[in-house]
């Protein structure tokens, strides 16, 4: 089992900036990659962001690409997501996700261990 847990979300003007967290503990050696997901009110959860454990390589949603990046340490078992230019339609719940095997990156069934979620809320 991995447990993951987010934090970092919060309140902040349109234009800028927050970091999320998501720490790994358990049976994080079996991690293939994680990713970043999102849920608004009413609309349905949608992937943002993925990163392979061992080379680090990436993958972003069109909406954000540009804005937001993705990373990792090892060490800390922890993946980050960097949110710049922030707007108000990125207001959402965000969830980190990992998964045990490479596969589709956005579908959600393929990831194996969700977090509880941090609230990002974004005023115009």
């Known amino acids: 089992q991995v447990q993951l847990v987010e934090s970092g979300g919060g309140l902040v003007q349109a234009g800028g900036s927050l970091r999320l967290s998501c720490a790994a503990s358990?049976?994080?050696?079996?991690?293939?990659?994680m990713s970043w997901f999102r849920q608004a009110p009413g609309k349905s959860r949608e992937f943002v962001a993925y990163?392979?454990?061992?080379?680090?390589?990436?993958y972003y949603a069109d909406s954000v690409k540009g804005r937001f990046t993705i990373s990792r340490d090892v060490a800390k078992n922890t993946v980050y997501l960097q949110m710049n230019r922030l707007k108000p339609e990125d207001t959402a719940v965000y969830y980190c996700?990992?998964?045990?095997?490479?596969?589709?990156?956005?579908?959600?069934?393929?990831?194996?261990?969700w977090g509880q979620g941090t609230q990002v809320t974004v005023s115009s």
């Open positions: 996700a990992a998964r045990k095997m490479a596969g589709v990156i956005a579908t959600q069934t393929s990831y194996d261990y």
């Open positions: 990163i392979t454990w061992s080379l680090g390589n990436t």
């Open positions: 358990g049976r994080t050696a079996s991690t293939y990659a």
